[in-house]
């Protein structure tokens, strides 16, 4: 039941560094982000995987020395594009044409509403439109996680623009966002055992 999974999961502080999470299984949550929604469903994205032990040890010297860096399984950067202009909603409307098999020219009605919408808006708007799809493909993922019992841990601390350098984003059409480390808790985390705090329902939900 979804709502045991996430009374289940919480933001994994300690990592197993010892356990890894199976590549098929890694697919799998990788492909939970690729499958998110997102506005008009534009994508305006990109998640890589930081494989290399000593780019993440790097990650971690800039992320307040946070141990999910280096600890976790694996660590996910979940990157915004800078500026979603006409251009690329127009690979996206050539995209859809080839996915869906249809005529391009049925979607010219569609591309001029998108090309409508992205005009309303400067680019620095455009790159925090962004940035909420991102957050919604990263509430996927950590879904995906509960569901597979495979800890998550979100992290927006750290310094953004020293990681765009250090992997190159800088100097291409995206911006980091978020990381998520993911992988298996370790029986030391004390967190695990804490009560989950929320807010009741009277607080948070209201009917109108």
């Given at each position: 039941?979804?709502?045991?999974d996430?009374?289940?999961?919480y ?17 799998i ?13 534009l ?19 800039i992320?307040?020395?946070?141990s ?69 493909a990263?509430g ?8 597979m ?25 995206f ?32 009917y109108?």
């Amino acid at each position: 039941m979804i709502l045991n999974d996430l009374k289940w999961r919480y933001a994994t502080k300690k990592f197993d560094s010892k356990k890894k999470i199976p590549q098929k299984e890694l697919t799998i949550l990788l492909e939970s982000l690729r499958l998110a929604p997102s506005s008009m469903g534009l994508q305006p994205w990109k998640f890589i995987v930081v494989e290399d032990i000593k780019i993440r040890k790097q990650i971690r010297g800039i992320s307040w020395n946070q141990s999910q860096v280096t600890d976790a399984s694996n660590l996910i950067l979940l990157c915004a594009r800078r500026d979603v202009d006409t251009q690329y909603a127009g690979e996206y409307v050539k995209q859809m044409a080839r996915v869906q098999k249809q005529n391009i020219f049925k979607l010219k009605g569609f591309q001029l509403v998108v090309n409508g919408f992205l005009s309303l808006m400067k680019p620095i708007e455009r790159f925090q439109w962004a940035q909420k799809q991102v957050y919604i493909a990263l509430g996927f993922l950590l879904s995906a996680c509960a569901q597979m019992r495979i800890d998550g841990c979100p992290m927006e601390g750290f310094d953004k623009k020293k990681v765009d350098v250090l992997l190159g984003l800088d100097k291409t059409d995206f911006a980091s966002v978020v990381m998520c480390a993911v992988g298996y808790r370790s029986k030391d985390d004390k967190h695990a055992l804490e009560a989950k705090v929320r807010w009741d329902e009277k607080t948070v939900i209201e009917y109108k």
